[in-house]
């Protein structure tokens, strides 16, 4: 029996890694009446060998689908193994992982199996069973299945923390093209549907206090990135969509890892985006924490992020009209756009200048960035560097640094 | 130069304090009792530990720091780091000779050694809390055994109370010799030597739970399929999981 379990758990963990999604944060779920866990600020427990961060038991209740999308491991016409959970294994393992240690919870997808509400009944059910039967108090994420009824969805929101829902293509033709089973709509209904529940919760819970709480950390989605020819701009802009529309919290870019010989995608042996995938998360950030708005990082004229640099210099190099900015006086936010000082740094600056004047060795001891900073500010003690052209400031900052990407910008020619 | 030295206990360091000004010492050095760094030149002032002298110097420090940093004290002295307690003093006849609060003076070299003393603290806590592997023993126990760089138990301890509430554990610091263990009413030290039942791994099994082999090895399958092999990048895997850590991870171990 244990070789059976052993056997399905490989296939459908190795089914579901591609969701990057392992957040077990925006929680705030309590232990109470000495139940088993809680759910606050999300903890990595352990790396894969990928360097990703294992927080979840993330994995399908089957890989069994009627789908056909070509992006899918896990679509029908792939000739792979299938298996299933039954509700208890998945309760089991999650349990058993969670006592000892191993997982912050549980996020459960799955294929769609006879139809949505079916698929989305059994995903319910599980989380449902952990938090009454055995007074499971950690993290839950549930992919919410389009097409699943408004009953279903209200009742995944009750017993999850966070609920998903993929929308895989960054535009609708691409959708179409890669999945032509699915449609867009049919995928922002949902979303929109859970948005409006979780707002509507919020009202209640102003007035009256005692009212359940539905999926305290929100909604999330995932895009695929480079299976499809969409642009950083579009990307961006769809992003921008979900954040300011749909209020999700996260918004994933998965570089697309070839899974199939399929002549509308990549082929098999293409390397995934890293690149691609770590600027477009780096112009992700800028949205959601520096205060940045999506026209200012990419643009139709520049559609695309310059993969040498991060969005953030690139951003200053085009708007050096605005510095160099004075480290002493400047606004906190204005200080937390220079290229080289994040969001704890310039905290640290705003907090460290009321007591003295700070220097440039200061900062070097803060933890800034230095050798990129230093051709955007003015301190106390350091000249001011005369007025460089974007492209030389550029230049140095390559020369300088050693960036991780950096053989793949080298000049000189590999052989092997 | 005078030499004083204390308990090692938090309520000691503070009563040496107290007397440094008591006594007007010039230029002390505190140590703690039995280390061997005792100057040879200079005098020898030895504390007894005061809670009312304690006190008086904890009252004054937190009406002049906020809550978190005067906790942030209490975590620079599980620290161990040598000359801490030296670093603490100075930090605080800063903070009571200061009109305001000094906690983010960063401009400051003792203010900035604190907070990176704690930020390395709370780097080792934040992976004790993730590292943690229990295993399950007969009588429903679950032990972890732990060697972190710093003395965290105690700033661990809330977390896995609030964590593991339904179950008993027992978290137990083989370098300091000392655990955490829980009765599912509270949390308790408890100090009793491990080591010798520890080494014998053999004997240790035939006291586990007969489930513990088979959620350990399905952690490990998981562990194995969840990876994607084309995104490989073991530098950053063990930038994340330091290879000093895998001998407790029980999805690094052989099965």
């Given at each position: 029996m244990s070789e059976r379990i052993s056997e399905k758990l490989t296939i459908l963990s190795d089914a579901a890694k591609y969701d990057v999604s392992c957040a077990s944060s925006g929680s705030d779920r309590k232990n109470e009446n000495k139940g088993l866990g809680n759910a606050s600020n999300g903890i990595c427990h352990a790396y894969t060998e990928d360097g990703r961060c294992v927080s979840l038991l993330k994995i399908l209740l089957t890989n069994f689908c009627i789908y056909d999308c070509a992006y899918c491991i896990s679509r029908k016409s792939n000739d792979i193994k299938r298996a299933a959970f039954t509700v208890q294994e998945v309760v089991d393992l999650t349990m058993n992982f969670y006592r000892r240690n191993y997982i912050e919870g549980l996020f459960l997808s799955s294929g769609i199996f006879k139809n949505a509400d079916y698929t989305m009944e059994r995903l319910v059910l599980v989380a449902k069973k952990l938090r009454t039967e055995h007074q499971f108090n950690g993290y839950i994420h549930l992919k919410t299945i389009p097409g699943a009824s408004d009953e279903l969805m209200q009742e995944a929101a009750l017993y999850a923390d966070r609920l998903s829902v993929n929308v895989?293509?960054?535009t609708k033709e691409s959708l179409r093209l890669l999945a032509p089973d699915k449609n867009r709509n049919d995928m922002l209904k949902p979303m929109r549907y859970i948005d409006k529940a979780l707002t509507q919760n919020q009202e209640e819970k102003k007035l009256f206090k005692k009212a359940p709480t539905l999926a305290p950390a929100g909604q999330s989605t995932q895009m695929v990135i480079g299976a499809t020819p969409e642009t950083d701009l579009q990307i961006l802009y769809m992003s921008h969509f979900f954040y300011q529309k749909i209020h999700l919290k996260r918004v994933y870019y998965s570089g697309y890892v070839p899974v199939s010989n399929d002549n509308r995608l990549p082929a098999m042996g293409t390397p995934v985006p890293f690149i691609r995938e770590n600027r477009l998360y780096q112009a992700d950030w800028l949205m959601r924490f520096y205060h940045f708005r999506v026209d200012e990082i990419v643009s139709?004229?520049?559609?695309?992020?310059d993969a040498q640099i991060d969005p953030k210099l690139s951003w200053a190099l085009r708007n050096l009209q605005l510095f160099p900015v004075d480290i002493n006086k400047a606004d906190y936010m204005l200080i937390m756009r220079i290229p080289g000082i994040g969001l704890q740094s310039a905290r640290k600056i705003c907090e460290a200048r009321k007591f003295s004047r700070l220097g440039m060795h200061h900062l070097q001891k803060i933890g800034i960035a230095v050798n990129r900073a230093k051709y955007f500010i003015t301190t106390s003690d350091a000249p001011v560097l005369k007025d460089y052209q974007p492209m030389q400031i550029k230049e140095f900052i390559l020369n300088e640094g050693s960036s991780k990407y950096k053989p793949n910008f080298s000049p000189q020619l590999k052989l092997f | 130069m005078q030499t004083v030295v204390y308990d090692s206990s938090f309520e000691g360091f503070f009563t040496a304090v107290f007397e440094i000004y008591e006594y007007k010492i010039k230029d002390p050095d505190i140590q703690q009792q039995g280390a061997a760094h005792v100057s040879l030149f200079g005098g020898r002032h030895t504390v007894h530990t005061d809670i009312a002298k304690a006190t008086r110097v904890i009252k004054k420090l937190e009406a002049k720091l906020s809550a978190d940093a005067f906790a942030d004290i209490y975590r620079v002295l599980l620290s161990e780091q040598p000359g801490m307690e030296n670093v603490l003093f100075r930090y605080i006849q800063y903070a009571l000779q200061a009109a305001q609060s000094v906690e983010t003076d960063y401009s400051h070299p003792d203010v900035l050694w604190i907070r990176q003393v704690v930020r390395k603290m709370g780097r080792e806590k934040h992976r004790m809390e993730a590292f943690i592997r229990f295993l399950k023993t007969k009588d429903g126990l679950f032990y972890a055994t732990v060697e972190p760089d710093f003395n965290v138990l105690p700033l661990i301890r809330k977390h896995f109370e609030d964590r593991y509430a339904d179950q008993r554990w027992l978290i137990y610091d083989t370098r300091r010799k000392y655990g955490l263990y829980y009765d599912l009413h509270s949390v308790t030290e408890v100090t009793i030597d491990f080591a010798a039942t520890l080494n014998d791994k053999a004997s240790l099994r035939t006291l586990h739970d007969e489930q513990e082999d088979l959620y350990q090895s399905l952690w490990r399958t998981y562990f194995g399929s969840t990876n994607i092999q084309a995104r490989r990048n073991m530098k950053l895997h063990i930038q994340h999981m330091p290879r000093r850590y895998w001998k407790y991870l029980t999805e690094k171990l052989p099965g």
């Open positions: 895989e293509m960054p139709p004229q520049e559609p695309l992020l | -």
